[in-house]
């Protein structure tokens, strides 16, 4: 089946650090895949997206690349920041379901 | 645009008693999900609706909950009876197309 795997939190790094946080994920046919962001005591919020092979998702200096030969879809940010300290979750929805399956989710600590 | 509205925000039963949660999704979106986030996990779903038709439940423990979407806008989550194991939070979460949009969630905590 389906299914999403990401590396396990807690992830702790200092303030303008270079963050990395892999997913990969198996999936039939071509999945859209996501990154959902949670922060403390609030609901999920889309991060970012891509929808087909090569694509780059990009917001607030987060990016991900849908790497179809790898399976992967790896979160990188350039310079973190302590308003990043969240929950990143990796998601993929397969064509036509519009039924989101999630990862585990990876907890970011930014130290000032 | 107003984002999905859940409420309550916080509830605490005791385990065998029942408990509703509500779900208003962003206006004209015809897909509503409902997930449970277990601390520590990531959101699995219950169900999923297109407009008030179910998509999924194939996880959904039917012997204890239930859902509904009348007339295809506001949602209902049922437990009765609850269980410790049932303490999460209770995701909704609305859908045009790809993106969902997700509500602050229901944190249900049963003793």
């Known amino acids: 089946g389906n299914s999403v795997t990401q590396m396990e939190g807690p992830v702790t790094l200092s303030e303008e650090a270079f963050l990395t946080i892999n997913c990969t994920y198996t999936?039939?046919?071509?999945?859209?895949l996501f990154w959902y962001v949670q922060y403390p005591g609030e609901g999920l919020q889309l991060l970012l997206k891509?929808?087909?092979?090569?694509d780059k998702g990009s917001n607030k200096g987060f990016e991900a690349t849908y790497r179809k030969e790898t399976t992967s879809f790896h979160l990188e940010k350039g310079s973190v920041q302590v308003s990043d300290s969240a929950v990143y979750f990796c998601?993929?929805?397969?064509?036509?379901?519009?039924?989101?399956?999630f990862g585990t989710g990876t907890r970011l600590k930014v130290l000032a | 645009e107003a984002g999905v509205a859940q409420s309550p925000r916080y509830k605490i039963i005791e385990k065998r008693q029942s408990v509703a949660f509500w779900c208003n999704p962003i206006s004209g979106h015809a897909t509503l999900y409902w997930y449970q986030q277990i601390l520590g996990q990531g959101p699995k779903l219950l169900i999923q609706f297109q407009n008030n038709g179910v998509v999924d439940d194939s996880q959904l423990p039917k012997d204890r909950f239930s859902a509904e979407r009348l007339k295809g806008v506001d949602s209902t989550l049922k437990i009765q009876p609850a269980k410790l194991e049932d303490s999460a939070v209770y995701l909704c979460?609305?859908?045009?197309?790809?993106?969902?949009?997700f509500g602050q969630g229901t944190r249900l905590t049963v003793v």
């Open positions: 998601a993929l929805i397969t064509s036509g379901t519009y039924k989101y399956i």
């Open positions: 891509a929808t087909k092979a090569d």
């Open positions: 979460a609305s859908s045009l197309d790809t993106e969902a949009f």
């Open positions: 999936a039939t046919g071509y999945p859209s």
